[in-house]
């Protein structure tokens, strides 16, 4: 380790059992109390709309402008722009190639430009990125650099997609990364990170941050190899077995946790936010949200995200259809439980807006939708610009029509969106730190601990690359201990400070050496 790094850790003689040991978990903290019903979380003044790829609004500076234009019309404050599509970006700066799409108006970027004029209207933007979203068969990305051609179904043990345990990838027509693979997880952080470094974006919001619909997915080779590595469990597990589900939703944890203290640690004034999953009947508390279809089949963990400090904002993809009353009541029962667990485990709120779907919808019901949601205390953004209708979707409408009608009923006296006003909230502020491991055969389920004032106040464990990491910390002076070292810095009072990498070594067992025979005694 470099002289630098020997001033400021302090070795000890901790052996912790091996490489892979690994302290006793803590049982997850009390979650504090919620706000009360009816007082407006953080977020609350959002009006948001979801701008999304696979249509006209991004690909030329005319539907840009239109776009932007149509939004400040519509009332809205807040522009989810959607970005990374399916490892392609509708810009020109990111570690991911632009989109291959012959609409594209060639040197354009939508991102720049979108972010430019939205802010000039005083809108937010938002970068809209679909984290695991690798290829769709039907339109596939052709530029030769994309990750479908490197490290897509025909790259062999270099492939990076999640696969069910006959070895297949497709999932209709998609193509998904695996973020157990360490070369995808990075792959996956890097993409988003690229965006925060090179755009004046506003904040990022994490999209298809699971694994697909059906719960037997994660089949790859590497993955099975990694999961028996550090778990000790030999064989492959059944897609039902608990402890193979937990493995799995923890790497989906893992890249929410790099990206979002990676983020921030590059922009404290960054909204980290995730469109998470609200499959049918809502829960009533945290033991029954781990019964749901979100928790236990696409393995997302977004109340966990929450209480860790890793999200600012959680839109939930609230996608009811009122006409159907047990819908309309799912709806209403998804914004209750969040709002009952937006909170901090340092006790600081979460914001918390409902999606809602449009495009499944009339707009007397989009309305409605919106208005109980501000009612409940929280934001709103609906889903989609182009396709704003359920006429519109179904085509019996243009979506300039499907706009129109929208408008009137959001924007009429009483409306949702009756009063604009801009969204001037700043981000949660985030304290804590970020760090990783190296030097570790297997790097990945090492125990990581936090301490201040010699007691512990936190404790997580390394993800796939070595990665660890923790938010919402109380500000001070910080030891952190993994396998046999300590490290101190001091976390600010806000934001993110990133350690250097630790080198570890993997523990050998050594022979003992023979006990010499002593001299015969002497006469």
């Not at 998904?176 to 990075?186: C, V």
């Not at 959680?314 to 799912?330: F, I, S, T």
Request: glycine content about 10%; overall charge positive.
């Amino acid at each position: 380790m470099a002289l630098s790094l020997l001033r400021r850790a302090v070795f000890v003689s901790l052996v912790l059992g091996g490489a892979g040991a690994q302290a006793p978990a803590t049982p997850p903290a009390p979650v504090p109390p919620a706000a009360a019903p009816g007082a407006a979380l953080p977020g609350a003044a959002l009006r948001g709309l979801w701008v999304d790829a696979f249509g006209p609004g991004l690909h030329t500076p005319a539907q840009v402008k239109q776009t932007v234009e149509d939004a400040a019309r519509l009332g809205v404050n807040t522009l989810f722009v959607q970005a990374i599509r399916r490892a392609d970006c509708l810009c020109l700066n990111a570690s991911v190639p632009p989109v291959s799409d012959p609409e594209l108006a060639p040197g354009f970027d939508p991102l720049a430009a979108v972010t430019a004029q939205a802010h000039a209207r005083g809108m937010k933007v938002i970068a809209w990125v679909s984290v695991t979203g690798a290829a769709n068969t039907a339109k596939p990305n052709t530029r030769p650099g994309h990750v479908f051609r490197t490290h897509g179904p025909a790259a062999g043990a270099a492939s990076w997609l999640s696969r069910r345990p006959d070895g297949s990838w497709q999932e209709g027509r998609d193509a998904w990364l695996d973020p157990a693979i360490p070369g995808a997880a990075d792959h996956m952080a890097q993409a988003v990170l690229s965006l925060v470094r090179r755009y004046p974006v506003d904040g990022v919001q994490l999209d298809r941050i699971r694994y697909p619909d059906g719960g037997a997915w994660g089949y790859d080779p590497k993955t099975l190899a990694r999961y028996r590595a550090e778990t000790g469990r030999p064989g492959t597990p059944a897609p039902s077995d608990p402890a193979w589900q937990a493995w799995k939703r923890q790497q989906v944890s893992f890249l929410v946790r790099r990206i979002a203290l990676e983020a921030k640690a590059l922009n404290p004034e960054l909204w980290i936010s995730a469109a998470t999953i609200t499959y049918q009947t809502p829960p009533a508390d945290l033991a029954a949200f781990q019964t749901t279809r979100t928790y236990a089949d696409v393995l997302q963990d977004w109340p966990g995200w929450m209480r860790a400090g890793w999200l600012d904002l959680n839109v939930l993809m609230n996608y009811k259809r009122d006409p159907l009353p047990e819908q309309a009541g799912w709806f209403d029962g998804w914004n209750a439980f969040a709002r009952r667990v937006a909170v901090r485990s340092d006790g600081a709120p979460v914001a918390v807006a409902a999606g809602t779907a449009m495009y499944l919808n009339s707009p007397a019901v989009t309305a409605a939708q919106a208005t109980r949601a501000l009612n409940a205390g929280l934001g709103w953004v609906g889903y989609s610009y182009r396709t704003p209708t359920l006429d519109v979707y179904g085509e019996r409408q243009s979506a300039a029509q499907g706009l129109r009608a929208v408008r009137e009923v959001l924007r009429a006296p009483g409306g949702a969106l009756a009063a604009p006003g801009p969204w001037t909230e700043a981000a949660p502020v985030a304290r804590g730190l970020l760090g990783r491991i190296t030097g570790l055969t297997v790097p990945g389920g090492q125990r990581v601990q936090a301490w201040q004032g010699g007691a512990l106040v936190a404790e997580a464990d390394t993800d796939a690359n070595g990665y660890y990491g923790f938010a919402a910390l109380p500000p001070g002076p910080t030891e952190v201990r993994v396998g046999g070292q300590r490290w101190t810095e001091t976390v600010p009072a806000k934001g993110v400070v990133r350690l250097p990498d630790l080198l570890l070594r993997d523990l050998k067992a050594v022979p003992a050496a023979p006990v010499p025979a002593l001299p015969p005694a002497r006469p």
